[in-house]
């Protein structure tokens, strides 16, 4: 028996739909732009959002993907791409329980300008292995997301592994190529570039330096241009675990622990412009007798890149709801720090964090959920002017309600193209079905006009499909 998400996501990272691509957008091919999350290569950020509950062709969480393109005026549900098992020329097919994007990545693998992107589906049954797990490339192109080719699956998996339970992408060698990583509990992959849509990847190998593991976080650390790995370990006897980044050195990858350091997920950018990167960690889990580390309703950390990468001996900075200058307060459940997204929201070049509390209660509504932004400056990442919002901060769209979890995914990419990066928030169990909530960047931050709200329903999304759960970084 498959199990399904809001069971398996809760103990790791975690009608029906016969079309494919529900509408396409057009790019031009003469003005392909290269950038990372642009699938349709108009110049223009897109943005894509996981709903692996969606129930497809009567499957029951079989899973769907929603790409929604960016334009001058940011992105609407009637600009979109709607992906899954069954749309024509992804490999496999819509099960019950598969989770198909139950996690996301994007980058350009095949070298064509247009970004592609890698979809888990962290429950995938094989033959009659259950919870085995998948991840899928799916091709951009002049008309968006089109088709796909699986990455190749280890035979040994056993049931309930959960690969592609986390993916990454970056050159994590140097070599100019998009590589991938793919988690799940008991195996890591890593797949080297370049990828072919006939061949895919050019090798693939085990990371059997790492153990258990739940998600993967990826980004330049250390300025030389090739990306690095972030690795959060489960630990027996240490339920906070550990975390590992790989640094390449032009020969092979090292491995380097930072023993002060707990929790997932993780986001890289350079915070303090100093050119390296840095590494955002959310450690939402409430301290307990099993976790002594961390902070009532949790906090997130910020272990600042450097020419080796981040120093373990360094103290990082710790931000929670109790911190100065921080809206709320620390309340068990907040789940303060179980989402975190980088992008410059003001233009002044650091870059910024936004943190999601899914957990969080507005009044006597429980796990209403919150967004905090926090901002980047030359000393490093501030509380001054750190603000949060919810569905119930004047200009946002919709109210708060028991349960909606709001920011329970986050992301802030530029959709409009006028250097602020935007946020995407999702609220992944709005109304039982999911959404998402657009506010654009500007020069003073965050602003709620215009802001909208684009559900489920305006995608065409069938089931308790959980839209918004995952947003690809």
Known sequence: ???HLRTTLATATVGALTGGLLVAVAGSAAAVSGLEGDFN???????AIGAASATVSGQAQAGAVVVLYGSSSGVSATRRTVIH???ASVPGAAESGDLFGSNLAAGDLDRDGYSDLVVGASNEAIGDRDGVGSATVLWGGPSGLYGG??????????EFTNFGNGVATGDFDGDGDTDVTVTGRTHTRLYNGPFTRAGGPLSNTRVGEVGTLYDVTAGDLTGDGAAERVYPHAVDGDPGGKVYYFRWTGMTHTMTELPSADGFPGAIADIDGDGYGDLVLGDPTDPSADKPGGHKGGQITVWYGGPNGPDPAQKPTVVHQDTAGVPGE??????FGSAVGVGDINGDRYADVVVGAPGEALG???????VTVLF?????LTTSGAKGYSQNTSGVPGTAEAGDAFGKAVRLVDLDRNGKADLVAGTAYENGYGMVTHLRGTSTGLTTQGAKNITAADVSL???ADFGWAIAP
């Open 85 to 87: 098992q069954n749309s």
């Open 1 to 3: 028996m498959r199990r």
């Open 364 to 370: 006597s509504t429980h796990h209403a959920g919150m």
């Open 330 to 335: 620390g309340e068990s459940g907040d789940a």
């Open 376 to 380: 980047g400056s030359a000393s490093g």
């Open 41 to 47: 290569g108009d110049g223009y950020r897109d943005v």
């Open 462 to 464: 069938q089931g308790n």
């Open 149 to 158: 080719k699986g990455l190749p699956q280890p035979s040994t998996l056993s």
